[in-house]
């Protein structure tokens, strides 16, 4: 009970903090509304500029990267372009486990927001352990072996600690959130976010900054974020783009983020064009296709087809057709012990025994 009082008071602190940050809209999400009555009103300038605005100003000014992930994740259908910041200031996660609090009161009363607890679980993980930052840039390496024009860069895994994250250095310029200095650049960009989501399957919405030399090599530089994007996203994503369909679902809003992201720094190029070949598809799940007799026959002859069983003969439909019919049911020998006379006689047998044995 101690502990719950706790935990209580630190969500009121947390709260009056983001109402000092003019984001009194915290208070308003379920699961939250209780801690009104604890938080004294203010003078909000919350009509000066929009709620997206004033997340990204909430996210510029803040040094600690787990209140940003906190932030990101809890108003993540509000939030429409990713913050981005060159280094992360304060990696302590003191307050870790009252973000984790507030996921879960805000779950109990709107199921919605699992998906972005389940990703803030995974940047605080990533934000604890560099090993696990390095994990991802790999990640997207695998992702990207069949583009020519990415610049690669390396993780030195034999100075990667827990605590910090190295890589082979470069001679390369860095950018954050502007523009690319030549359009082939931005196309080079561009295309290679289509790829990665359209191809691979990853969507990347956020990054630390872009790295790019005078070859006009490009790439993502540390992403912090990406999330598997299956047929659902891939369609929704062409909607939006030829349609613009509003997103109604988490990795959506994640889609249009990362989506308004990549505009920023590529304003010159016309993504409708570019990604003509993309855009014009449907596309649906992969079908697992059985396999082959050529495949069977060889894992028979080295003894590997033991999980494999052979499909059991069924009866054929024509040979009960018969007994779908309530009549013929009755005549089937196997029911005639259903009869009323046989009850009756069996009733009275049991009642004779009774009586007199």
């Not at 997103?247 to 016309?270: D, I, M, R, T, W």
């Not at 570019?274 to 855009?279: C, E, R, S």
């Not at 697992?288 to 050529?294: E, G, L, N, Q, V």
Request: net charge neutral; hydrophobic share 40%; glycine share 2%.
């Amino acid at each position: 009970m101690i502990t719950d009082f706790l935990q209580s008071i630190k969500i009121i602190n947390l709260s009056k903090k983001m109402v000092e940050l003019n984001l009194p809209e915290f208070l308003n999400i379920s699961g939250l509304r209780g801690y009104q009555k604890f938080v004294r009103k203010q003078k909000s300038n919350s009509q000066d500029s929009s709620l997206p605005q004033r997340l990204q100003n909430a996210l510029s000014l803040s040094q600690d990267a787990y209140f940003r992930a906190f932030v990101s994740e809890l108003f993540y259908d509000y939030l429409d372009c990713p913050c981005l910041k060159e280094k992360d200031g304060s990696d302590s996660p003191a307050q870790v486990e009252v973000y984790r609090n507030v996921f879960h009161k805000v779950i109990m009363s709107d199921s919605r927001y699992q998906a972005a607890y389940q990703n803030f679980s995974h940047q605080v993980d990533m934000l604890s352990d560099k090993r696990l930052a390095a994990s991802e840039i790999e990640e997207l390496f695998s992702a990207e072996i069949n583009n020519k024009n990415i610049l690669v860069y390396e993780v030195d895994w034999a100075h990667t600690t827990k605590e910090n994250l190295e890589i082979y250095p470069l001679k390369a310029e860095y950018t954050t959130n502007q523009s690319l200095p030549t359009k082939v650049m931005e196309e080079r960009l561009a295309q290679l976010w289509a790829e990665l989501f359209f191809e691979s399957s990853k969507l990347i919405y956020g990054w630390q900054s872009i790295i790019y030399n005078e070859d006009a090599e490009i790439n993502f530089y540390c992403p912090k974020y990406m999330l598997s994007a299956d047929s659902l996203l891939k369609n929704f994503a062409c909607a939006h783009i030829l349609q613009s369909r509003r997103p109604q679902h988490y990795a959506e809003y994640k889609f249009v983020l990362g989506l308004n992201g990549l505009k920023q720094l590529c304003p010159s190029v016309n993504i409708k064009e570019l990604w003509a070949n993309y855009l014009n598809k449907h596309y649906k799940m992969p079908q697992k296709s059985a396999p082959s007799a050529d495949y069977m026959q060889k894992m028979q002859e080295v003894g590997l087809s033991a999980g494999v069983s052979k499909a059991a003969d069924l009866t054929p439909l024509s040979h009960i057709k018969e007994l779908h019919f309530s009549k013929n049911l009755q005549k089937d020998r196997r029911f005639k012990n259903s009869s009323p006379l046989v009850i009756l006689a069996i009733a009275l047998m049991i009642y004779v025994l009774l009586k007199y044995f």
